[in-house]
């Protein structure tokens, strides 16, 4: 049963333009929502967060929207830069419970 | 140190043994969680230690994965009579939490390869 969703596994952006990561959650109990950001042979990084008390959080040129009747959030990355590209992994949680991570987007980003 | 280590950072096995990795968490951080990635793939959950609650160990794959934190720090993940497809990168994780969860930090992970 998986929770928490991310239906592509790969996009791929041009340098400059935006990206849009999307994921979906089934578990109305979630409260929490992260995005990671992960290079090869290394630990995810966590990357930005929202509490569903908001619709959006921004930080620099990362932002993440929550729509909590769709069930449905996701980060945008603008301009997008070499850099970025990478495995992006969504999480949610409530409470203390663990954190439960979707299968991940793999970013490109073509210069 | 200020992050999550993980000991080893890589270990090649023969299949048949048993093998024990190591995770010492962010101090202070009450909770702990142990994920795997197999090539090409997401983040397998396999077990949650949060303060002195009862380990969720629901995502451990079979009988031969165990796992203990003593003293509410550092933490052992043991696989028994390995197999080939326990090849991945273990992954550890701490957070803080007090009344909420908060963002976890990874180690930098342990690749497993079982020959």
């Known amino acids: 049963d998986q929770q928490v969703k991310q239906n592509s596994p790969s996009l791929s952006v041009q340098e400059g333009r935006i990206s849009i990561l999307n994921c979906d959650y089934t578990n109305s109990m979630f409260d929490y929502f992260l995005w990671y950001k992960k290079y090869p042979a290394e630990g995810p990084t966590f990357l930005i967060s929202?509490?569903?008390?908001?619709d959006k959080n921004e930080d620099g040129r990362f932002t993440v929207f929550l729509n909590k009747s769709a069930k449905h959030l996701s980060l945008h990355i603008v301009p997008s830069q070499p850099g970025d590209s990478a495995v992006y992994f969504c999480?949610?949680?409530?409470?203390?419970?663990?954190?439960?991570f979707g299968t991940g987007t793999r970013l490109t980003i073509i210069p | 140190g200020a992050g999550v280590s993980q000991s080893p950072s890589n270990k090649v096995t023969e299949k048949g043994k048993d093998v024990e990795l190591r995770c010492d968490p962010i101090s202070g951080h009450t909770a702990l969680y142990w994920y795997r990635q197999s090539l090409g793939q997401g983040l397998e959950f396999l077990i949650y230690f949060q303060g002195n609650s009862a380990p969720d160990k629901s995502g451990l794959p079979s009988d031969r994965f165990s796992a203990e934190r003593t003293g509410g720090s550092v933490s052992t993940l043991t696989i028994q009579r390995t197999q080939q497809e326990d090849s991945a990168v273990y992954l550890c994780?701490?957070?803080?939490?007090?009344?909420?969860?908060?963002?976890?930090?990874f180690g930098q992970g342990t690749r497993l390869t079982v020959v």
């Open positions: 994780a701490s957070s803080l939490v007090v009344h909420q969860n908060t963002e976890a930090f």
């Open positions: 999480a949610a949680n409530f409470g203390n419970e663990k954190l439960t």
């Open positions: 929202i509490s569903s008390i908001k």
